[in-house]
């Protein structure tokens, strides 16, 4: 049966910028699907966001829901993630570990089966979970966090910045909005001698704004939201959404090396 092609699937030139990156398949027990396969039957599913049992079978392997979960447990995602991470920015001139980040959330609504870790946001009126992101300037993805929605925004960036305490050596400064003011702001000088800067809006100001540095992470979260995965949390792990997440940034910056060699 001939294999029809995918929007979604992986060019040859992003093929060979992954492929050496992947875990070697194992000495014992049963062969390894092809992995080029089991990647473009994940990248198909977090794209279009459809159910694993509703991934077309000609020939994508049956069973690929256990390599996006193997991969999620022993950090596979998060270290594609960061290699390629470190990739841009070296092509883009700039040191892999950043020396400024911008802080922020998005709340989005969980679905029926739940799951765990979900709550309530009542600043905007959302029943599921809260993503947390901490991206460096170019908008890449250096911290990511996922909880109940009902966590606050202060409590929920001191989680994610206690994460990234000892990972980021060089970050000096943060770029926040005002729901993280105050104590936030005392901790990270106190604990990791990081400036949280608060940029809030101009006063009297309505409508859209174009804030400084803020802009950037917004820009993330919608690159995120061109993946149908995650326009809702569908996840009964938040370890799940936290890998789709690392998947849609995975294939930004696959696209944007492939398009530089």
């Keep these: 049966m001939p294999r029809f092609p995918y929007p979604t699937d992986l060019r040859d030139a992003e093929w060979a910028i992954l492929e050496p990156l992947l875990p070697p398949s194992k000495a014992l027990g049963r062969p390894r699907a092809d992995p080029r396969a089991v990647l473009n039957a994940i ?10 049992r509703m991934v077309p079978r000609d020939p994508i392997p049956w069973g690929t829901w256990s390599y996006f979960r193997r991969w999620r447990d022993d950090g596979t995602w998060q270290q594609l993630h960061d290699h390629l991470r470190a990739d841009v920015r070296r092509a883009a001139g700039r040191d892999p570990q950043p020396s400024a980040a911008i802080l922020d959330s998005q709340s989005v609504k969980t679905v029926e089966r739940g799951g765990l870790e979900r709550g309530f946001d009542g600043g905007k009126l959302i ?5 947390h992101l901490l991206v460096d300037t170019l908008g890449l993805m250096h911290g990511l966090l996922v909880h109940s ?8 960036g001191r989680l994610l910045l206690e994460q990234c305490r000892g990972r980021l050596p060089r970050l000096r400064r943060i770029w926040a909005d005002g ?20 940029v809030s809006r101009p006063p009297g100001s309505t409508g859209f704004v174009l804030l400084k540095w803020r802009w950037i992470v917004e820009r993330t979260i919608g690159w995120l939201n061109l ?3 995650l326009s809702k949390d569908y996840e009964v792990l938040p370890a799940s959404s936290e890998a789709f997440i690392r998947l849609t940034m995975i294939s930004i910056m696959l696209a944007r090396l492939a398009q530089q060699a």
């Design 43 to 52: 990248r198909y599913v977090t794209r279009s966001g459809a159910q694993w």
């Design 227 to 229: 993946a149908r995965r």
């Design 149 to 156: 929605a009902g966590v606050q925004d202060r409590a929920g």
């Design 179 to 198: 729901a993280y003011r105050d104590r936030l702001v005392r901790w990270a000088r106190r604990a990791a001698k990081w400036v949280l800067e608060i």
């Design 127 to 131: 029943k599921g979970r809260k993503r």
